[in-house]
């Protein structure tokens, strides 16, 4: 009964309040829009920019803020740490701001430590208003805030004062250990921030702590520096956030919209009890209740642009609803006691917004965007000086070493000679665990080497408007990585691989962002619907439609694309004419021609191959249709003529049983070149896909004369004259075949021009250096319109 009665009432303390913001969420809405274009309006002039706080190798006197509310404890076992990281003889100081406690505190420190200055308040401000009462009472041009828990490196000021040599730094953290090594480590001082689903997600990074300073979003309060003059012109901690949680936040983003900087430095050690003042005083109920309105006064303080609006409040409608069945606390989630006392506050927030609107320099979205590392770095990184090599970024979603398949073939010959040209910097997505070793041999080839694993596809989510070839490659860690690499390397060009990696592109204003679409993916499966008809089934038009609306959404994030043929830039065009200029078929990638000598004559006589790597579909698809429909009108007419299919995967080929004897299946080889060079004729079956068989580049190199479907021959045919023989029918395939059987002379003769035809057009060498060339052209053209902004 008791149950029942608490379900109940949850049902009827939802519903109420549910209904009270569905009618309070318009006026919301109108009263944010209205006080930020008042404050846009009455917009302040000026910035405060100056001289960076020092220049020499003598670092600036600091002060240190600790605030203080019945901690007796924790100072006396962590302060002398403080006492000892100081040089008084410089001029640090040391302030500790007691909130009026009762546990004897302020007596202690006035006994026994000479060095603090006591600033004793009448009543309990908390944290932010202690911590104004010390910023107010410092007289050093660099304030550090420390919490009462806080153990400290003797040497840590140091480096934590290190970047205020530049004049727009507000903040540096240092960064955050535990005490206790044996804890789960939760924070580390390098913060990050995101709206996702309406609501402001907070976090610190805590893995693979990165060398060097680095952009964060917030400075945190107990650990952190600041620029004291700055510090003041934003007002301190505001009050609204009162008792505790997100001032520094507050402050942190306040700071970027106004241009200035917030940075981590790793250098700089500081050792926290976790929660050791405010865990010990409040229940874990009401701090979450705390952190949940303080992050709904903060989204209503900062979000002005429409959309970022829109949803968080409808993350409240949502947060609210899912009150009712799940408990708030975990995530803080916004309940209806969170909701009535952030709107308590509403006034006092409000006027926190006009005064901060106007101040901003910088829109919301680019604040919130400007401390994640790629970003930061297209803001604040050098030019590419013209003496310089281009430092590349190059991202490949498939294994690489050996090359088991066409794509591995063009990338990897491609950055044979890219390397010469450019600085590159590999990421490799691998299937497996095992495929390390074999790409670690080549690490020293490049500049930097980074190899992630990808899950299996089986825990992909099938939902969702995401085409599957995109949600397989949808890897938190590499989403991690690339920024941070962008930012550590200093890249100049993120070279995506395959449409699929185009989900890791963004716009960026000086960095550029170039897609190698080896295929166009939603022409592939559209393909492969107009080949199969009704068999192609709801899921293959369902992935046909998911792949349209993502490829032609995510190219646009892209500076420059290059295709494999003029099919591909003409269908791209068509979708998206305004990206005529972004879209190239004339730079490609390439194989390395001396890999493959010409050698016309002395072959097996009536061999055909055919190659590939049969995990791809269009590849098993084009065979099936060989053996099944093709082979045996070819056998028929010469029972000598015989099959050969070399390639990886080729357990997954669904070979007729028994298995014919003019049927030879080799499997995966270390090199296809010997292949290549003792069949009469190479034979390429494929029916769908989309972009450059690469099988066939290889083989017109070779001087093996060449039967394909024109899908098959895309973009490698009818240039000035016929490279290869065509058929599109089963018999017309099978007449090609054995036409050039018969006629070894017309087979010659194609396969010369074949290789003409590669020399021209796919010489790796040459084309590394022409896209080298492009892209520099291209990074040019960047930075004439950053500076005519």
């Known amino acids: 009964m008791t149950w029942t009665l608490q379900i109940l009432a949850r049902l009827l303390l939802t519903s109420a309040t549910l209904t009270s913001w569905v009618l309070l969420s318009p006026i919301l809405f109108l009263l944010l829009a209205l006080t930020y274009q008042a404050g846009r309006h009455r917009r302040a002039d000026g910035r405060l920019d100056g001289e960076p706080l020092f220049q020499g190798d003598t670092r600036p006197p600091c002060t240190i803020v600790i605030p203080n509310w019945n901690g007796l404890d924790l100072l006396q076992r962590y302060l002398q740490s403080v006492i000892e990281a100081c040089d008084f003889d410089l001029g640090d100081e040391i302030i500790i701001v007691d909130n009026a406690s009762t546990d004897g505190s302020v007596a202690w420190l006035r006994a026994t430590c000479l060095q603090a200055r006591v600033l004793a308040l009448d009543s309990n401000l908390g944290f932010g208003g202690g911590s104004n009462a010390g910023i107010q009472a410092a007289t050093n041009p660099i304030v550090v805030l420390l919490n009462s828990d806080m153990r400290v490196d003797r040497d840590f000021?140091?480096?934590?004062?290190?970047?205020?040599?530049?004049?727009?730094?507000?903040?540096?953290?240092?960064?955050?250990?535990?005490?206790?090594?044996?804890?789960?480590?939760?924070?580390?001082?390098?913060?990050?921030?995101?709206?996702?689903?309406?609501?402001?997600?907070?976090?610190?990074?805590?893995?693979?702590?990165?060398?060097?300073?680095?952009?964060?979003?917030?400075?945190?309060?107990?650990?952190?520096?600041?620029?004291?003059?700055?510090?003041?012109?934003?007002?301190?901690?505001?009050?609204?956030?009162?008792?505790?949680?997100?001032?520094?936040?507050?402050?942190?983003?306040?700071?970027?919209?106004?241009?200035?900087?917030?940075?981590?430095?790793?250098?700089?050690?500081?050792?926290?009890?976790?929660?050791?003042?405010?865990?010990?005083?409040?229940?874990?109920?009401?701090?979450?209740?705390?952190?949940?309105?303080?992050?709904?006064?903060?989204?209503?303080?900062?979000?002005?642009?429409?959309?970022?609006?829109?949803?968080?409040?409808?993350?409240?409608?949502?947060?609210?609803?899912?009150?009712?069945?799940?408990?708030?606390?975990?995530?803080?989630?916004?309940?209806?006691?969170?909701?009535?006392?952030?709107?308590?506050?509403?006034?006092?927030?409000?006027?926190?917004?006009?005064?901060?609107?106007?101040?901003?320099?910088?829109?919301?979205?680019?604040?919130?965007?400007?401390?994640?590392?790629?970003?930061?770095?297209?803001?604040?990184?050098?030019?590419?000086?013209?003496?310089?090599?281009?430092?590349?970024?190059?991202?490949?979603?498939?294994?690489?070493?050996?090359?088991?398949?066409?794509?591995?073939?063009?990338?990897?010959?491609?950055?044979?000679?890219?390397?010469?040209?450019?600085?590159?910097?590999?990421?490799?997505?691998?299937?497996?665990?095992?495929?390390?070793?074999?790409?670690?041999?080549?690490?020293?080839?490049?500049?930097?080497?980074?190899?992630?694993?990808?899950?299996?596809?089986?825990?992909?989510?099938?939902?969702?408007?995401?085409?599957?070839?995109?949600?397989?490659?949808?890897?938190?860690?590499?989403?991690?990585?690339?920024?941070?690499?962008?930012?550590?390397?200093?890249?100049?060009?993120?070279?995506?691989?395959?449409?699929?990696?185009?989900?890791?592109?963004?716009?960026y204003q000086r960095i550029l962002t170039a897609l190698f679409e080896h295929d166009v993916y939603f022409q592939t499966v559209g393909r492969r619907i107009f080949t199969r008809g009704a068999a192609s089934g709801a899921k293959t038009i369902l992935e046909y439609f998911r792949a349209l609306r993502f490829e032609l959404k995510a190219v646009q994030q892209m500076d420059y694309i290059q295709v494999c043929t003029q099919d591909n830039a003409q269908l791209l065009r068509a979708y998206l004419p305004h990206m005529d200029s972004r879209i190239d078929a004339n730079l490609r990638a390439g194989i390395q021609l001396s890999a493959y000598p010409f050698s016309p004559s002395a072959r097996l006589p009536a061999t055909l191959l055919f190659v590939g790597n049969f995990r791809h579909t269009p590849n098993r698809e084009g065979l099936r249709w060989l053996i099944d429909h093709v082979m045996p009108a070819v056998v028929a007419t010469d029972p000598e003529i015989r099959l050969r299919i070399v390639g990886a995967n080729c357990d997954q080929i669904a070979l007729p049983m028994p298995t014919p004897n003019w049927l030879d299946v080799v499997g995966e080889v270390a090199q296809v070149q010997p292949y290549l060079n003792e069949c009469t004729l190479f034979v390429c079956p494929v029916l769908t896909g989309s972009g450059v068989r690469v099988k066939l580049l290889e083989a017109y190199a070779s001087g093996t004369p060449v039967v394909s479907t024109s899908v098959g021959a895309e973009g490698l045919s009818e240039n000035d004259g016929p490279l290869c023989a065509l058929g599109d029918s089963p018999a017309a395939f099978a007449s090609a075949i054995l036409q050039l059987l018969k006629n070894p002379d017309e087979a010659a003769k194609l396969a010369r021009k074949a290789r003409e035809f590669v020399e021209a057009n796919w010489d790796a060498e040459a084309n590394a250096r022409r896209v080298e060339q492009r892209y520099r052209e291209l990074l040019a053209i960047k930075l004439q319109k950053l500076r005519e902004r």
């Open 157 to 507: 000021l140091a480096p934590l004062i290190q970047p205020f040599r530049e004049a727009d730094v507000f903040a540096v953290a240092a960064q955050i250990q535990f005490s206790d090594s044996a804890k789960r480590r939760e924070e580390s001082g390098l913060t990050y921030a995101r709206m996702r689903g309406g609501r402001l997600e907070l976090g610190h990074q805590v893995e693979s702590i990165p060398e060097g300073v680095q952009p964060c979003f917030y400075p945190g309060g107990g650990s952190s520096a600041f620029n004291r003059r700055m510090l003041i012109a934003l007002g301190g901690f505001d009050h609204i956030f009162r008792p505790f949680y997100l001032e520094d936040t507050d402050l942190g983003f306040e700071a970027w919209r106004r241009g200035w900087r917030v940075v981590f430095q790793p250098a700089s050690v500081v050792f926290h009890e976790h929660r050791g003042t405010i865990g010990k005083h409040f229940t874990p109920g009401y701090i979450n209740s705390i952190v949940a309105k303080n992050r709904l006064l903060f989204q209503w303080k900062h979000l002005h642009s429409t959309w970022p609006v829109v949803q968080s409040i409808a993350g409240v409608t949502a947060d609210i609803l899912n009150s009712c069945f799940v408990s708030a606390d975990a995530d803080h989630r916004v309940t209806s006691a969170a909701l009535f006392h952030a709107l308590k506050q509403l006034p006092e927030t409000l006027a926190s917004r006009y005064g901060s609107a106007r101040h901003a320099r910088r829109a919301d979205t680019e604040a919130l965007a400007l401390h994640q590392p790629d970003v930061y770095f297209d803001h604040y990184g050098s030019p590419v000086p013209v003496d310089r090599k281009l430092r590349v970024l190059f991202v490949s979603p498939y294994p690489l070493y050996p090359p088991r398949h066409g794509g591995a073939v063009l990338i990897t010959q491609s950055l044979d000679y890219m390397r010469a040209y450019c600085e590159v910097h590999l990421v490799v997505v691998l299937e497996e665990e095992a495929e390390r070793e074999a790409h670690q041999q080549y690490a020293a080839d490049f500049a930097s080497l980074h190899l992630i694993v990808r899950r299996p596809a089986s825990s992909c989510g099938r939902l969702g408007l995401h085409p599957k070839a995109s949600r397989e490659f949808d890897l938190p860690e590499l989403r991690q990585l690339l920024p941070r690499l962008i930012h550590d390397c200093q890249i100049d060009v993120l070279q995506l691989e395959y449409t699929q990696m185009a989900q890791y592109a963004r716009r």
